[in-house]
């Protein structure tokens, strides 16, 4: 999928292609865990791995590049800047550097923004940041999460670029059709993290049942229904049969089943949601 940065007066900059589909991998705290799930993705066929600074596993998911002997090129990474970080203009460049030098990489592809940054007079300085890094080459594209309408609204104001992805929460449970249109306005792709609501409702009977019609699993419709979406889709798994499942997912056709799981949603938050803070 080709992702891009809007100028407020309309222009494109920094084009770049984006796997539609990566590994999460949010809570694999053991030591080696993330690095296994890495490894096990990539030997699947996995081209993106979607860590965060906030998960202090960016070395581990360096360590399985370089095991793995894949070329830099052949994998795409999208980190995160961690939200108390995000304070300042200087703050960003560090904290960039620091992510590279954890990744032991010479550029990220995707640097988001994890949260609004909590103090709203931050908001610019902080992007400015995210924009200086782009410029530098130090990232190929750089974009925001959990940003409601009204953050992304307000990026206009002060955005020399504006952002080349939004990821948010988004599953069955949860379809932000606002959030994706609100997204798109501003000319982002929309990234799905927990596509499977963190497991919650993967024995929902409703959910069994499409799945046994379509003779698959629960979690493989969860993910193709919002790869179908067209969101950038990140199932996080630590169990190497089920990364291979996951990825199965996407040769599943559910159109025929569309309505039924569209009526699934019910505004289940299965993490946070700061797109509601101010
Ligand atoms: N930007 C943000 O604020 C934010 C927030 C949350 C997540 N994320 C990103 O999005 C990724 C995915 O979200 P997530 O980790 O919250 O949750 P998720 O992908 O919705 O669900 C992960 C859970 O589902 C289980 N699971 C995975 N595949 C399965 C399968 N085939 N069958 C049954 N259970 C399965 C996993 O257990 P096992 O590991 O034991 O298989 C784990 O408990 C994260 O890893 C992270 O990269 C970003």
């Known amino acids: 999928m080709r992702i891009s940065h809007r100028s407020p007066d309309g222009g494109e900059s920094f084009p770049s292609e984006i796997p539609s589909f990566g590994l999460g991998v949010f809570l694999m705290s053991e030591p080696g865990e993330c690095k296994s799930a890495c490894l096990a993705a990539l030997a699947a066929g996995y081209t993106h791995i979607d860590t965060a600074r906030a998960y202090g596993n960016e070395h581990e998911v360096g360590d399985a590049l370089k095991e793995a002997g894949v070329n830099r090129d052949e994998v795409f990474i999208t980190t995160k800047l961690r939200r108390m970080h995000a304070t300042g203009f200087e703050e960003v460049l560090e904290h960039c550097q620091k992510s590279l030098e954890n990744l032991d990489t010479d550029y990220i592809d995707l640097y988001l923004i994890h949260a609004p940054p909590e103090d709203t007079d931050h908001r610019e300085p902080v992007w400015k940041g995210m924009e200086h890094c782009l410029e530098q080459g130090w990232v190929k594209a750089?974009?925001?999460?959990?940003?409601?309408?009204?953050?992304?609204?307000?990026?206009?104001?002060?955005?020399?670029?504006?952002?080349?992805?939004?990821?948010?929460?988004?599953?069955?449970?949860?379809?932000r059709p606002e959030l994706r249109a609100a997204t798109e306005t501003v000319g982002a792709k929309v990234m799905a993290y927990s596509p499977l609501a963190r497991g919650h409702k993967l024995g929902e009977p409703e959910l069994i049942e499409v799945a046994a019609r379509l003779g698959c699993t629960p979690a493989q419709v969860a993910i193709k229904f919002c790869h179908d979406l067209g969101c950038i889709t990140i199932p996080k798994s630590s169990r190497a049969e089920r990364i291979t499942e996951n990825l199965a997912s996407l040769d599943i056709d559910i159109s025929n089943e569309i309505d039924v799981i569209e009526a699934m949603d019910c505004g289940y938050i299965s993490g946070w949601d700061p797109t509601s803070e101010p």
């Open 142 to 175: 750089i974009g925001v999460s959990n940003y409601g309408a009204h953050h992304l609204d307000a990026m206009r104001e002060y955005a020399t670029y504006l952002p080349s992805v939004n990821q948010i929460e988004i599953n069955p449970w949860l379809q």
